[in-house]
C-alpha cells in the first residue's frame, strides 16, 4: 500500500532554516511527481510546491518562491523541501502528497512552527 513518511519538522526562529523529507513506499516513486502542501487549522491545505517525477520540473506557490526548493532521490524514494528564510506566516503542517491510479494519498504531516 502506499505511504508517504514526513520527517524533519521542528520549532525555529524566524529566519530559520528546516528541511523536511518525505520517504515513500507503495508506489513506483520515479515515475510520479510529487506535491508538499501544508495547512493551518481553519483554513485549506495549500499546494506549497511540486516537483516532476526526474525533478527537472518544479513549481512554487508565491508564498515561499525563493525561498524554498524543492528536490528528490529517486534512489532513496524521498522527497525534501528545503526551507530557508522561515517566517512565522509559514508555520503549519507541512505533507507530501502523490496521486497514483487516481487517488490521492497524504502522508501523517510534519509540524513546523516558525517563533521567537
Known amino acids: 500500500q502506499v505511504q508517504l513518511v514526513e520527517s524533519g519538522g521542528g520549532l525555529v526562529q524566524p529566519g530559520g532554516s528546516l528541511r523536511l523529507s518525505c520517504a515513500a513506499s507503495?508506489?513506483?516513486?520515479?515515475?510520479?511527481?510529487m506535491m508538499w502542501y501544508r495547512q493551518v487549522p481553519g483554513r485549506e491545505r495549500e499546494l506549497v510546491a511540486s516537483?516532476?517525477?526526474?525533478?527537472?520540473?518544479?513549481n512554487y506557490a508565491d508564498s515561499v518562491k525563493g525561498r524554498c526548493t524543492t528536490s528528490r532521490d529517486n534512489t532513496k524514494n524521498t522527497v525534501y523541501l528545503q526551507m530557508n528564510s522561515l517566517k512565522p506566516e509559514d508555520t503549519a503542517v507541512y505533507y507530501c502528497?502523490?496521486?497514483?491510479?487516481?487517488?490521492?494519498?497524504w502522508g501523517q504531516g510534519t509540524q513546523v512552527t516558525v517563533s521567537s
Open positions: 507503495g508506489f513506483t516513486f520515479s515515475i510520479k511527481a
Open positions: 516537483i516532476g517525477s526526474t525533478g527537472t520540473y518544479t
Open positions: 502528497s502523490v496521486l497514483v491510479s487516481n487517488q490521492r494519498y
